[in-house]
């Protein structure tokens, strides 16, 4: 059994489902096992029970490192029963099952046992660090911690292990979370006519946006997309209820600024509703032309039949928090995960990008360090 595919399964072993998260022990341990092969760490905890870890191998020159980043929380398991144990990393023709296995456990295994394989080269060059986060799934809780410590070191050039299918990503949309909160008037049951009905008034609001158009395509993300996903309020069946909320996943693209997004909202809505953000997470692009971007657009070009092109995703990452606190160097979004597969019961990941993914993660190493030499 390769040691990628063994520390897989040892990070499935650990229950982080998110809420609540639980990410201290998995870290921890993760922790360890990094001081074990040579790395500096250390753990930032943002909540009971809730971290994330700050790992690296410092170079002896002065280039920036590289830097991979990965979260460990996983989404529940949802309603409908499992087949294979989430916690129990089980193989079956070709595939390892677990939550997590797509998203994103196998990356995080696969692209430390890169850097361990090349970490002395990495210590004679820039180096590389590695951004290991909690609380991805609800927000960027995580990514949010590490930032706001001093001295975080800033990579030169970012790879964030979200399932791609081994494909070179270049950017995601954003996610703009917003709650939408009508209030009425409280009264009998019996006597609604006395009170003003909270659920009537957020109809009247869910209609307005049913089929409405926030903005212009993308030329690469396309039209950005808005979901009701949630709806609260009322507290007894035997009176009007005063109040109700309503949450939208709003997906976002770079030609859409979010302040432009709730602007639109507030006016559509009317005095009637009142808006809150609940999550703010800007969309990410890097140029396709990028000489390291095309560098590992040439690495991964021989696991696609087809010429790879420009590409970004609809999901968002922690390099909504981390690019910008960063700086803005080039960012790639590139896993052996399916992004099929992400959120799905009995999960998995398919063995053979397991294992081509780690020698992926270790050329680009390689190719990074080759051309901090060249520009010597």
Request: overall charge negative; glycine content about 8%.
């Amino acid at each position: 059994m390769s040691l990628t595919l063994s520390l897989t399964q040892k990070l499935l072993s650990f229950n982080t489902i998110n809420p609540p998260g639980n990410e201290a022990e998995c870290m921890a341990f993760l922790a360890d096992w990094l001081k074990q092969k040579g790395f500096e760490t250390k753990l930032y905890s943002f909540g009971e029970q809730r971290m994330s870890l700050l790992a690296w191998i410092t170079g002896h020159n002065t280039s920036k490192p590289l830097g991979f980043t990965g979260h460990l929380d996983t989404v529940p398991l949802g309603k409908t029963p499992w087949k294979y144990d989430p916690f129990g990393g089980e193989i079956n023709g070709g595939k390892l099952y677990g939550r997590g296995a797509s998203d994103m456990k196998a990356a995080i295994a696969a692209f430390i046992i890169a850097c361990v394989e090349n970490k002395e080269a990495l210590r004679e060059s820039s180096g590389v660090v590695l951004y290991l986060t909690g609380g991805e799934e609800t927000g960027c809780d995580g990514a949010r911690a590490l930032i706001v410590q001093s001295n975080i070191p800033k990579p030169g050039a970012l790879i964030v292990g979200e399932p791609t299918n081994n494909y070179p990503i270049i950017g995601h949309k954003g996610a703009l979370w917003l709650r939408c909160t009508v209030r009425g008037k409280t009264a009998h049951g019996s006597m609604p006519s006395l009170g003003i009905n909270a659920i009537y008034l957020a109809v009247d609001a869910l209609g307005k946006i049913k089929n409405y158009q926030l903005g212009t395509a993308h030329p690469l993300m396309r039209s950005p997309t808005m979901n009701v996903s949630r709806i609260q309020g009322s507290e007894n069946i035997n009176s009007v209820p005063d109040y109700v909320h309503f949450d939208m996943d709003i997906r976002s693209v770079p030609n859409l600024p979010h302040d432009q997004i709730s602007q639109q909202l507030s006016e559509l809505f009317g005095e009637n509703a009142e808006l809150t953000t609940l999550a703010d997470l800007p969309a990410v692009l890097t140029d396709d032309k990028h000489t390291w971007v095309r560098q590992v657009y040439t690495r991964c070009q021989g696991l696609h039949q087809q010429p790879l092109e420009p590409k970004t995703m609809p999901y968002f990452t922690d390099a909504s928090v981390l690019i910008p606190a960063f700086g803005n160097p080039p960012c790639i979004v590139l896993g052996p995960g399916e992004p099929e597969q992400a959120h799905q019961t009995d999960e998995y990941c398919l063995i053979t990008k397991l294992e081509a993914a780690q020698t992926l993660y270790s050329n680009i190493i390689s190719d990074w360090i080759s051309t901090l030499e060249m520009d010597k």
